[in-house]
């Protein structure tokens, strides 16, 4: 390799300012691969780890968890991937994973390679959102929270929910696009969802039947959600967006018995789960690397490709950055303040200085 240093997005401390650096370039261990960052996505949680102080616990930190670009280096014990193979991950909250960096590793179970014809920029708006709707929907690991239904890869799985009403809020985000189209594939019916009118074509597209305008009210949503529904109990709902309205909102449409799968912090208070105890709410983490996610992690990446060939997964729309890594921190201000139907992607190899 020509140089044994990178340039990398560097979150110094705590609640620190974001800083483009040098780094070393990390080797693989035996079941690793180094890959050639080519497009990283922007998520939330990049954000809230700067400002809450989150789920990094060790500084310096390089932060990404979106990444597409090609394999330059593999471990002895991999047989899965060779150098120059394109594919696509999810990135880790340590330095080595990160994908805000030129250089990454990763554990080559848990890369999916890019079919022909798909860009390193659409495939990299993918691997957080499918995880965290993959790892919310389908984790069977007696220690994490889902909702532990079959997944798609098991032939039941296919069948098992056909005709069943799905309730996703905020169905624009990446995860919201990502739910909708595993619903689909799960044949759930209707499929319900809430976004801005003008991305009701995008997520009928992908599979959505029924798209509410968000900013009804909560009395006028449960409303709408009811008469769609029609008398069939709603018991699956996943709140993509996870504020205290839109969680509301989806807890009060489930029917006793139902499941609430939400991405952030619960704002359900005890006395409205002793209401109706028999409802469920689980709060995903939505990372492959952990122990208790690995195992569906692993044969979620065995599938992705296979489906955006098939075009069962489609990616989101992606907006890209110029400056490379420098880009970072204005993008993720944007997606702070609100930013859906598209991703924010960056090609860290642009960067200068």
Same mark, same amino acid.
């Given at each position: ?16 300012? *974001? ?13 690793? !691969? ?20 989150? @789920? ?28 120059? $193979?394109?594919? *696509? ?9 990160? #994908? @805000? ?7 080559? /179970? ?9 860009? *390193? ?33 098991? /032939? ?31 044949? *759930?019916?209707?499929?319900? #969802? ?9 997520? =009928? ?5 029924? !798209?509410? $305008? ?14 769609? #529904? ?12 996870? $504020?205290?309205? =839109? ?17 952030? $912090? ?10 109706? /105890?028999?409802?469920?709410?689980? /709060?995903?983490?939505?990372? !492959? ?52 139907? #598209?991703?924010?992607? !960056? ?7």
């Amino acid at each position: 390799m020509a140089s044994l240093t990178q340039k990398a997005l560097i979150l110094p401390a705590k609640q620190g300012k *974001f800083v483009v650096g040098s780094t070393i370039i990390p080797s693989p261990g035996p079941q690793e !691969v180094l890959v050639r960052v080519e497009s990283a996505a922007l998520n939330p949680v990049e954000w809230k780890i700067q400002a809450y102080g989150v @789920f990094v616990s060790s500084y310096p930190a390089v932060l990404g968890t979106d990444g597409a670009g090609i394999v330059e280096d593999i471990g002895s014990d991999v047989t899965t991937l060779a150098k120059g $193979d394109r594919i *696509f991950w999810q990135g880790f909250f340590e330095p080595q994973y990160g #994908t @805000f960096q030129q250089y990454a590793l990763v554990p080559a /179970e848990l890369t999916a390679k890019i079919p022909s014809g798909f860009s *390193f920029d659409e495939v990299a708006t993918l691997p957080v959102a499918i995880a965290t709707a993959v790892l919310g929907m389908y984790n069977h690991h007696p220690s994490f929270k889902s909702a532990h239904f079959i997944p798609p890869w098991e /032939e039941s799985g296919l069948t098992a929910y056909a005709g069943k009403p799905a309730l996703i809020m905020g169905g624009a985000s990446s995860v919201g696009q990502s739910v909708i189209q595993l619903a689909r594939l799960a044949k *759930f019916s209707p499929i319900i #969802t809430t976004a801005s009118p003008r991305n009701a074509p995008l997520l =009928t597209s992908l599979g959505a039947t029924h !798209v509410l $305008d968000r900013h009804l009210s909560h009395s006028d949503l449960l409303f709408q959600i009811a008469s769609i #529904t029609a008398g069939t109990a709603l018991t699956f709902a996943y709140d993509a967006i996870a $504020d205290p309205d =839109t969680q509301h909102v989806a807890f009060d449409a489930l029917a006793s018995g139902g499941t609430l799968i939400i991405t952030w $912090d619960k704002a359900i208070s005890a006395a409205e789960q002793m209401a109706d /105890e028999s409802k469920t709410i689980v /709060e995903v983490f939505a990372s !492959v690397y952990v122990p208790e996610g690995r195992e569906t992690g692993v044969a979620m990446f065995k599938h992705l490709s296979g489906w955006l060939e098939s075009g069962a997964l489609k990616s989101n729309n992606v907006e890209v950055l110029p400056g490379g890594l420098s880009a970072i921190p204005a993008g993720l201000e944007r997606v702070r303040k609100g930013l859906n139907a #598209t991703k924010l992607v !960056v090609h860290p190899q642009e960067t200068t200085g």
